[in-house]
């Protein structure tokens, strides 16, 4: 099992930065890839962004967030850091830390998957 805390969140202006912290903590921790996810209401679910359990490779599923979001972990740590830079109001939402010993739970993130999760950190982007 994995447990996840999230800390980091708050309310930026539009063009701003914020940086979201994840601690994970358990048996497969360290084994796990881990990832930021974030839910606006009213939408699904969405993977923002992954990292490998060695912290050697990243991905960003959502489009948006390329060139301005920075996924990172040092070397097998169970610590993961997103930075948010330049956001935007359509950033605004509730961003999950999330970790699975599968990585492409993470990268193909479907609602009947189980995988850990945190309990969510708000992120408000004033315009």
């Known amino acids: 099992q994995v447990q996840l805390v999230e800390s980091g969140g708050g309310l930026v202006q539009a063009g701003g930065s914020l940086r979201l912290s994840c601690a994970a903590s358990g048996r497969t921790a360290s084994n796990s890839a881990m990832g930021w996810f974030r839910q606006a209401p009213g939408k699904e679910r969405e993977s923002v962004a992954v990292i490998n359990w060695r912290g050697t490779n990243t991905y960003y599923p959502t489009d948006s967030v390329k060139g301005r979001f920075t996924i990172s972990r040092e070397y097998a740590k169970t610590t993961i850091y997103l930075q948010m830079n330049n956001l935007k109001p359509e950033d605004t939402a509730i961003y999950y830390c999330?970790?699975?010993?599968?990585?492409?739970?993470?990268?193909?993130?479907?609602?009947?998957?189980?995988?850990?999760w945190g309990q969510g950190t708000q992120v408000t982007v004033s315009s």
């Open positions: 999330a970790a699975d010993l599968e990585l492409q739970k993470l990268l193909t993130y479907r609602p009947e998957d189980n995988v850990y």
